[in-house]
């Protein structure tokens, strides 16, 4: 098992600071044969997406399920990710174990995330019906964190994340991030708030902030 590991071990944070881990999935990438453009991607969309203070934890692991499963655990119990997204390992192939190994830790799913991700990537190519993205919930005593499969390619992530639009602006697909930070909100998560100019996060009108007096 090769792993990269760039994380903060404290857990003392501020409660509006999201930990977001960050997980690529991939054999030759864990063993140096070329370098990884998963975790990079995702790192360079969220700094761009959020507004909120962001720490992450990044794992770079072989595709092997019992490696994907005990990484996942490992930053939810013990790094305390609220949110982890990992990248590679949903195709059909037999190497492609990732959202077996999610779903073995999982405690409830979360499907709508993998459909509207199939569905953002059929505005391009037939063969995002052979992806087998899967969302769950991991939940322990006193925390919870969502963990949602990404495709593998930077492009990909960047629009199954913020959405498809048309050259006016109008919305072609809704990108599966406006969802996210509500998620977090009803598992006891920090609340997330996003730069809107790249994705707008949804919540119901009782659910949303007050902006602070000035």
Same mark, same amino acid.
């Given at each position: 098992?090769?792993?990269?590991?760039?994380?903060?071990?404290?857990?003392?944070?501020?409660?509006?600071?999201?930990?977001? %881990?960050?997980?690529?999935?991939?054999?030759?990438?864990?063993?140096?044969?070329?370098?990884?453009?998963?975790? +990079?991607?995702?790192?360079?969309?969220?700094?761009? =997406?959020?507004?909120?203070?962001?720490?992450?934890?990044?794992?770079?692991?072989?595709?092997?399920?019992?490696?994907?499963?005990?990484?996942?655990?490992?930053?939810?119990?013990?790094?305390?990710?609220?949110?982890?997204?990992?990248? !590679?390992?949903?195709? @059909?192939?037999?190497?492609?174990?990732? @959202?077996?190994?999610?779903? =073995?830790?999982?405690?409830?799913?979360?499907?709508?995330? !993998?459909?509207?991700?199939?569905?953002?990537?059929? *505005?391009?190519?037939?063969?995002?019906?052979?992806?087998?993205?899967?969302?769950?919930?991991?939940?322990?005593?006193?925390? =919870?964190?969502?963990?949602?499969?990404? +495709?593998? *390619?930077?492009?990909?992530?960047?629009?199954?994340?913020? %959405?498809?639009?048309?050259?006016?602006?109008?919305?072609?697909?809704?990108?599966?991030?406006?969802?996210?930070?509500?998620?977090?909100?009803?598992? !006891? !998560? @920090?609340?997330?708030?996003?730069?809107?100019?790249?994705?707008?996060?949804?919540? @119901?009108?009782?659910?949303?902030? =007050?902006? +602070?007096?000035?």
């Amino acid at each position: 098992m090769s792993t990269n590991t760039n994380t903060n071990t404290s857990h003392s944070r501020h409660p509006d600071t999201i930990r977001i %881990g960050l997980v690529s999935v991939s054999d030759r990438a864990s063993k140096g044969v070329y370098e990884d453009q998963g975790i +990079p991607g995702l790192q360079t969309w969220l700094e761009r =997406a959020l507004t909120t203070p962001v720490e992450f934890a990044t794992r770079l692991i072989q595709d092997d399920a019992e490696t994907i499963s005990a990484a996942l655990i490992e930053l939810v119990d013990i790094e305390r990710c609220d949110l982890v997204l990992t990248t !590679g390992g949903t195709g @059909p192939a037999r190497r492609d174990v990732t @959202p077996e190994a999610t779903l =073995a830790v999982a405690t409830r799913e979360m499907p709508g995330f !993998g459909e509207q991700m199939r569905q953002i990537s059929l *505005q391009f190519v037939p063969t995002a019906i052979l992806s087998r993205q899967v969302a769950v919930l991991r939940e322990i005593d006193a925390h =919870a964190a969502l963990i949602i499969n990404l +495709p593998g *390619q930077p492009k990909a992530i960047s629009e199954t994340l913020e %959405g498809l639009k048309r050259e006016d602006g109008s919305v072609v697909a809704s990108g599966i991030f406006a969802a996210v930070p509500y998620c977090i909100d009803l598992i !006891g !998560g @920090p609340y997330i708030e996003t730069d809107e100019t790249v994705v707008k996060a949804f919540r @119901p009108k009782s659910a949303r902030r =007050a902006n +602070p007096a000035i």
